[in-house]
């Protein structure tokens, strides 16, 4: 009985003063639980959903920075044994291969240009003489945009239409030696189109116009614009439609720039719109260039191109933009 007895309390006792046998390893920590991960959209408070967004951002771009620096970093330590950058993916690069895309040393194009509507120009035998008007009775802002535009163009004339009809222009011009003519439409005193015609067989181009910008609107510009003639840079125009766009705009302008006004009005296309600006330049150094915007500004979009001078009811014309039809891909561009 005695061992029977004893047997369960010193079992007991055992048990209790044993402890962990050496080698066995401690208990894991409980895991502690975190809430779920949530968007900062659905935080209901507007101002701690904008508070949270920022930090957020910011947060991204520390992370970006820290690992800009640190493939830079990588690069100079490997030297020239580092691989080469990688090109980004943008929607240019990216871009749907057009036919009509221009090879510089495709004989059909050179044959095309040397016998189209502006190669008396391009062959020196014209002198640029612009007309600038606008729709009928303009108000103050267009009026204002159509003498500063007169100053980037030169020998460049302002009418201003009052009840004329376009078709009555044209003529006048042609006896008049015009070599173009610019229309400036307004919608809610506010300029919204651009007709370029070329005279005196077309063709005629129909864009529209938005960021208008004068130049008092312009921040940290430059002084007035000098009577040099400027330098003209058409960028980005591939196929054959930007081609015959390109073309127009140069056209505008005489063929021999002035150096000495180091001014350069460009035109650069970019996913089918086109941004003018107009700059002055000057040499800092060997490597360095500084420039001042002078204005105005604008940015265009071509709505047609029509055969011939303008001519709304029986023009022919070349290409017309129809968005449902010709917009099916954003990596897509016509010009």
Not at 93 to 116: C, G, I, K, L, S
Not at 162 to 169: T, V
Request: net charge positive; glycine share 6%; charged share 30%.
């Amino acid at each position: 009985m005695a061992a029977g007895g004893q047997g369960p309390g010193v079992g007991n006792m055992a048990a209790a003063g044993a402890g962990p046998e050496r080698g066995a390893e401690p208990p894991a920590p409980e895991r502690v639980l975190f809430p779920p991960t949530f968007s900062v959209s659905e935080i209901k408070n507007k101002q701690r959903r904008h508070f949270m967004f920022v930090r957020w951002k910011q947060q991204q771009r520390k992370e970006k920075l820290a690992l800009r620096k640190k493939r830079r970093k990588e690069r100079e330590a490997l030297g020239d044994k580092a691989p080469p950058k990688a090109v980004p993916k943008t929607i240019e690069n990216q871009r749907v291969y057009d036919e009509t895309t221009v090879d510089p040393n495709d004989e059909e194009v050179a044959f095309d240009e040397a016998t189209d509507e502006f190669a008396p120009y391009f062959n020196r035998q014209t002198v640029p003489k612009i007309l600038i008007t606008t729709s009928d009775r303009p108000r103050g802002r267009t009026v204002r945009f159509c003498e500063q535009l007169s100053t980037v163009i030169p020998n460049s004339h302002v009418y201003y239409r009052r009840g004329l009809a376009l078709k009555r222009i044209i003529p006048q011009c042609i006896a008049r030696d015009f070599t173009d003519l610019i229309v400036i439409n307004e919608d809610r005193k506010i300029p919204n189109g651009l007709v370029l015609s070329h005279l005196p067989d077309g063709p005629t181009a129909h864009f529209k116009m938005s960021s208008v910008r004068l130049r008092k609107e312009i921040k940290r510009k430059g002084k007035q614009p000098t009577e040099h003639v400027p330098e003209v840079i058409l960028n980005n125009f591939t196929t054959r439609l930007g081609h015959s766009v390109g073309r127009m705009f140069a056209s505008l302008f005489p063929h021999d720039p002035q150096f000495i006004g180091r001014q350069v009005a460009t035109f650069h296309n970019q996913r089918d719109y086109i941004f003018f600006r107009f700059h002055r330049y000057i040499f800092k150094s060997e490597k360095k260039v500084g420039i001042q915007e002078l204005g105005p500004r604008f940015t265009l979009k071509l709505r047609s191109l029509q055969k011939g001078t303008f001519d709304s009811k029986f023009g022919e014309y070349e290409w017309v933009h129809k968005r449902r039809e010709m917009d099916t891909s954003r990596r897509k561009f016509h010009l």
